[in-house]
């Protein structure tokens, strides 16, 4: 149930559909870390998790969109 929590709550940051938001998690960092206990991230509260989901998000934006101005330079 976390992580349902967790994405529905992700998806609504990001404006994502559930299907995208859910497929993000599943590659994250963060699912990696809160699946395999790492600092006990599972422990920590939806709002939280979300951010660091936002986070990735962002920065996987902005490499794709770094790789494209680089691609067309």
Same mark, same amino acid.
Do not use: P, Q
């Given at each position: =149930?976390?992580?349902?929590?967790?994405? #529905?709550?992700? #998806?609504?940051l990001?404006?994502?559909?559930?299907?995208? #938001?859910? %497929?993000?998690?599943?590659? %994250?960092?963060?699912?990696? =870390? =809160?699946?395999?206990?790492? #600092? @006990?991230?599972?422990?920590? %509260?939806?709002?939280?998790?979300? &951010? @660091?989901?936002?986070?990735?998000?962002? @920065?996987?934006?902005? %490499?794709?969109? &770094?790789?494209?101005t680089?691609?067309?330079?």
């Amino acid at each position: =149930m976390k992580y349902a929590r967790v994405v #529905a709550l992700f #998806a609504k940051l990001s404006d994502l559909n559930l299907e995208d #938001a859910l %497929s993000f998690f599943y590659d %994250s960092y963060t699912y990696k =870390m =809160m699946s395999e206990g790492i #600092a @006990e991230m599972h422990c920590r %509260s939806d709002e939280y998790l979300a &951010d @660091e989901l936002m986070l990735e998000y962002k @920065e996987s934006k902005d %490499s794709a969109t &770094d790789k494209l101005t680089t691609d067309n330079s």
